[in-house]
DNA sequence: TTGTATGCGTTATCAC
DNA sequence: GTGATAACGCATACAA
């Protein structure tokens, strides 16, 4: 309630000395710095930070905004990208945008009007039309998660493609021949690159991914991630022709969807069917971890990302539109095992 | 980049005129209104919020302060915030205390310093010197989850008390006379008023609650909360004399780390123990839902609190120190069954 | 070592 | 309907 001047008055100052102990800028002696500083206390001062980041154009925050916070991947990597903030003395402004265009732009927006200082952005958009608007507002931003096409923005995600690839291949020697594929939007980047992994690994195997076992998931890949990956697997077990006896799930949403469906359907993993997914929850939240999953490094994406951000920020490092890839982890657990009825000698042992 | 006073050379008007604009208050001509906005479009004008707020003294910005985002029950607490905050055109800072009154005292500061408009906090501190920092600069405060001493505090939680009652009644019911007790913090309400629930209930069925039978969780209790679920029963296992059948979970990280824990000492839930927890997981989070709980209303919790430190803002409501107590829900699930040596009759049986 | 004048970008208040 | 002026609380630039 009190402000600079009421300091001032008190400790018999101009308000300048009192902003120079404040900030422990430029000098002042230690006696009227005591001064300043008993008044201080007395009158509870604490300085107004609208006022000093209007005077002085820099909030000291940063903002996050990704699809949904409360998804364990992302809250993972808020936790890399607040402990670089907080070591450089900044906040975090974290927004959902619930994958949504519209909102995504609405948090910009609101975002460049209180002036954070530079963005962290797992687009929603798959348009350009974000990057000109912080661009057009000489705003800092570094994208998170996903591949996009602009040239001159930096990036940190993990390798999609290559965990797709994994997954894949694990479920090919394990002696599936036949694997369903669960994904996202199509026009998000990992939904895409991890459909493809899994193409690169059944081609090589002399096997092909029909477009019918690929299923794409709805427009809500954030909140309904779960109900998406059980509807889909309805689909796969209602559908004509052969079931699959693998789904390869691109996210860990999907995956646990998909084993309520098959659950309620009777069906048991892996005997029945074999499930591996994309990312990994942490230890404290599952009393047994049962999902074959291609970890992501989800704290270091945020870490990285952040001191890149900050590296822009203080202007120390320019975009260069580099994109730094990190490599995913295979963890085979007891979701996958062999096919109930191995059509033909597992890979491994034929190409012993 | 560009001001309202750029826009109003722009437009040729006064930069009063620009603001009426923007913000839609007195009267403009259509004729000088399509020019102003005309020129905002060109100049890709956004305001800046920082000065805007100065002079308004209001942020529009409320904080939740917890121990820990990452926590699914804070997750979804503040779910519900952020839908009451979004509807009144209010954003949300979060912020982590990880439990320690340090970091509390340092965010308290942030954000008086920020001047956000309230706070709802889920107190690390049990002395008052949080709510006397706000109350000296007239901070509206809401508090979440704990039974507080301040008088003059609204607060909003759920009955720990009846949860712990519920809980441990079920385990009794179903046979189980030596149940252990894993809480958290002594000083945190939740951890003391969960272990005098489960109390009530042993003694209701003329049983005792010895303390050496309630094990206290360390100084972490947001962070670390499996790892004392897994410290703690190791303890457990360790101890002297007869092993209890069931185990009373704190809380759901807490029920994890225990689970874990038995699963390494070869021992099977609910045959060789029972485990019960409070707080339930989102479905989506868990390939198949196992532990017996007492769910809290989570979002209700984050709705109810920050509806009421809205009131508080608009001035529409003044605190009055009264404490909203949502119940539980008792959620039964395969964590709990009859002890494999039921030593005496069932309780219902014998009330029968 | 300390103080004065000025401006950050916006809006409240009062004129016209 | 519109504009001039001042003020929000602080820090930069310069002077003393």
Redesign the pocket.
Known sequence: MS??????KRA?????????V??G?????A???ARVESAITELG????A???Q????RTKTIALVVSDISNPFFTTIARGVEDVAAAHGFSVMYCNTDESEAEEEQYLLMLIERQVDGVLLVPARSSGASFRLLHAHRMPVVVLDRRVAAHDVDSVRCDSEAGGYALTRHLIELGHRRIAVLTGRRNVSTSVDRVAGARRALEEAGLTLDDEMVHWGGFNFGKLNQADGHRMTQEVLAAEGACPTALFCANNFIGFGAIRALREAGLRVPDDMSVVAFDDLPEEWVSEPFLTVAAQPAYEIGHRAASRLLGQVSGSHQPTGENVVLPFELIVRRSSGPPRTASVTPLTAASA
């Open positions: 402000t600079i001047s009421d300091v001032a018999g100052v101009s308000t300048m000395t009192v902003s120079r404040v900030n800028t430029g000098y002042t002696s006696d009227t710095r001062y604490v300085p107004n609208l006022a000093r209007l005077r002085s154009k």
